[in-house]
């Protein structure tokens, strides 16, 4: 079995009890534990100077290597480029995406400068799987190292459609980079519908039925693997978290009212304001849960220093602050709104009790809150998921209650329906849902990419 070489933005640190370790970081660590070798990224530290040095830890088989950032590349490159340009773009925002050079410019440093740090590390046979949108040059930068090994690229965000892709300045030359890659991954089969697009329609390239694609001089190989989450675990999680202190003060808390349940990073992307939206016009179209039902929306904050992110807090402080200033009564509050984060232990305990899971955002790659919230059910008395359709896993959990999330209407009335839902629909529902998640799980999905990368350069070579 070859070595693996992860590299992501964030690594996950080496304590694998870290509860609160997302999706990603349980497969990579899996993966690297199979196979033994090296995760590389950032520490989430910056530094003066312009040639930081890898920290090196060992655990067992697995060597975790990070690095600062040198100021102030780290802050065009992270809260702009990545965070200003790319990510609005690829969540369908052009009207909050911001366009500068230098961002460009240091984005392009950076993944150089990763490139170059991770050299020293690489052996001719390793297989070599770069992650998400903070890193697509890098492939490249390796390539004009001279490095032969397979590898491969899986992007978390969605792909945007061609047309929103071009009002990016340099969309040609980062797509360019993308396909330098033997094997890039994709979260849904419209992200590589919108890929096909523009390798099309705008690279003037070519698709093979293998899902071979040639365009700029290159071939590559482009799939879509749907990114999943630890169902077994999660669903034990759930178990042991009900009995828990925290779990039951919850559910005391609520005092026999229907819980609904909101877990989201604080971003735009998520379609919070609309949920809040939603959750308003069903107090105001079905009174009879006034005082009935709790909406607990869970937020962490996220990349704080990103103007947009400081905007949609405000936003939202205000509407949670209104509905409840609007409809709370001296015994009932209707919103709880949490700016903090939980371990997934916890939350697989809140789900559980949750009737409702809301996981409506207006674009989003794939969405695993949308899973684990289905994992982590009671399979006697499973709540309802009400799902976005412009979240990747509505691609595959289609017995959810799916929603167009910009509708405040068709929220409410989905909110509404999912209260109701008599216990054998639930049932049915979740059971589909259930086994869906337990065929395509997190292992699934790490395994199928790897086998592709490793058959991916003799795929290349016969096209
Ligand atoms: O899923 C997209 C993603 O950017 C991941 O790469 C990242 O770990 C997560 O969102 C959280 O974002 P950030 O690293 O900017 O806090």
Same mark, same amino acid.
């Given at each position: 079995?070859?070595? *693996?070489?992860?590299?992501?933005?964030?690594?996950?640190?080496?304590?694998?009890?870290?509860?609160?370790?997302?999706?990603?970081?349980?497969?990579?660590?899996?993966?690297?534990?199979?196979?033994? !070798?090296?995760?590389?990224? /950032?520490?989430?530290?910056?530094?003066?100077?312009?040639?930081?040095?890898?920290?090196?830890?060992?655990?067992?088989?697995?060597?975790?290597?990070?690095?600062?950032?040198?100021?102030?590349? %780290?802050?065009? =490159?992270?809260?702009?480029?990545?965070?200003?340009?790319?990510?609005?773009?690829?969540?369908?925002?052009?009207?909050?995406?911001?366009?500068?050079?230098? %961002?460009?410019?240091? &984005?392009?440093?950076?993944?150089?400068?990763?490139?170059?740090?991770?050299?020293?590390?690489?052996?001719?046979?390793? *297989?070599?799987?770069?992650?998400?949108? $903070?890193?697509?040059?890098? !492939?490249? $930068?390796?390539?004009?190292?001279?490095?032969?090994?397979?590898? #491969?690229?899986?992007? $978390?965000?969605?792909?945007?459609?061609?047309?929103?892709?071009?009002?990016?300045?340099?969309?040609?030359?980062?797509?360019?980079?993308?396909?330098? &890659?033997?094997?890039?991954?994709?979260?849904?089969?419209?992200?590589?519908?919108?890929? $096909?697009? &523009?390798?099309?329609?705008?690279? !003037?390239?070519?698709?093979?039925?293998?899902?071979?694609?040639?365009?700029?001089?290159?071939?590559?190989?482009? @799939?879509? %693997?749907?990114?999943?989450?630890?169902?077994?675990?999660?669903?034990?999680?759930?178990?042991? +978290?009900? @009995?828990?202190?925290?779990?039951?003060? *919850?559910?005391?808390?609520?005092?026999?009212?229907?819980?609904?349940?909101?877990?989201?990073?604080?971003?735009?992307?998520?379609?919070?304001?609309?949920?809040?939206?939603? =959750?308003?016009?069903?107090?105001?179209? =079905?009174?009879?849960?006034?005082?009935?039902?709790?909406?607990?929306?869970?937020?962490?904050?996220?990349?704080?220093?990103?103007?947009?992110?400081?905007?949609? @807090?405000?936003?939202?402080?205000?509407?949670?602050?209104?509905?409840?200033? &609007?409809?709370?009564?001296?015994?009932?509050?209707?919103?709880?709104?949490?700016?903090?984060?939980?371990?997934?232990?916890?939350?697989?305990? %809140?789900?559980?009790?949750?009737?409702?899971?809301?996981?409506?955002?207006?674009?989003?790659?794939?969405?695993?809150? +949308?899973?684990?919230?289905?994992?982590?059910?009671?399979?006697?008395?499973?709540?309802?998921?009400? *799902?976005?359709?412009?979240? #990747?896993?509505?691609?595959?959990?289609?017995?959810?209650?799916?929603?167009?999330?910009?509708?405040?209407?068709?929220?409410?009335?989905?909110?509404? @329906? +999912?209260?109701?839902?008599?216990?054998?629909?639930?049932?049915?529902?979740?059971?589909?849902?259930?086994?869906?998640?337990?065929?395509?799980?997190?292992?699934? /999905?790490?395994?199928?990419?790897?086998?592709?990368?490793?058959?991916?350069?003799?795929?290349?070579?016969?096209?």
């Amino acid at each position: 079995m070859k070595r *693996l070489i992860v590299v992501s933005n964030r690594v996950t640190p080496s304590d694998e009890g870290n509860a609160s370790a997302g999706g990603l970081a349980v497969a990579v660590l899996a993966a690297l534990k199979q196979r033994g !070798g090296l995760w590389f990224g /950032w520490n989430g530290e910056t530094c003066q100077g312009t040639d930081p040095n890898p920290e090196i830890v060992k655990a067992g088989s697995l060597t975790f290597a990070t690095l600062p950032m040198p100021e102030p590349d %780290f802050d065009l =490159y992270y809260n702009g480029y990545a965070n200003r340009s790319l990510w609005p773009l690829f969540h369908y925002r052009t009207d909050l995406a911001f366009f500068d050079h230098n %961002f460009f410019e240091a &984005y392009l440093r950076i993944n150089g400068l990763f490139a170059t740090k991770l050299l020293p590390f690489l052996q001719e046979d390793d *297989l070599i799987w770069i992650h998400d949108y $903070h890193l697509i040059p890098m !492939g490249q $930068h390796l390539r004009d190292a001279g490095m032969k090994q397979p590898i #491969g690229f899986f992007l $978390h965000t969605p792909f945007p459609a061609m047309e929103i892709l071009l009002t990016l300045p340099n969309h040609k030359s980062l797509i360019k980079s993308l396909c330098a &890659y033997d094997l890039v991954g994709f979260q849904s089969t419209s992200d590589l519908r919108a890929f $096909h697009d &523009y390798i099309i329609h705008e690279a !003037g390239g070519e698709i093979f039925e293998s899902g071979v694609v040639r365009a700029f001089g290159r071939t590559t190989l482009a @799939r879509v %693997f749907a990114i999943s989450i630890d169902t077994k675990t999660i669903a034990q999680q759930s178990i042991r +978290a009900i @009995r828990t202190k925290a779990v039951n003060r *919850l559910s005391k808390s609520l005092n026999e009212r229907v819980l609904v349940i909101g877990v989201d990073r604080l971003d735009y992307s998520k379609g919070l304001a609309q949920r809040f939206r939603g =959750y308003e016009r069903l107090l105001k179209h =079905y009174p009879e849960n006034l005082n009935q039902v709790v909406f607990l929306q869970i937020a962490p904050p996220s990349r704080t220093e990103v103007p947009e992110y400081v905007d949609i @807090r405000h936003e939202l402080e205000t509407l949670a602050g209104n509905i409840n200033g &609007y409809f709370a009564e001296f015994d009932w509050i209707p919103v709880r709104y949490l700016n903090k984060g939980y371990t997934m232990q916890r939350l697989a305990g %809140f789900y559980r009790i949750g009737r409702v899971g809301l996981v409506t955002p207006l674009r989003d790659g794939m969405n695993l809150v +949308a899973k684990e919230f289905v994992a982590a059910q009671n399979p006697a008395d499973p709540g309802v998921l009400v *799902l976005s359709r412009f979240a #990747g896993a509505a691609q595959e959990l289609t017995e959810a209650l799916i929603v167009n999330p910009f509708d405040v209407d068709d929220l409410s009335n989905a909110i509404q @329906r +999912a209260i109701t839902m008599p216990l054998e629909e639930r049932r049915k529902r979740w059971g589909a849902m259930m086994e869906t998640l337990k065929k395509n799980d997190i292992f699934s /999905w790490r395994d199928s990419f790897l086998s592709e990368l490793e058959k991916a350069p003799a795929t290349l070579e016969g096209a």
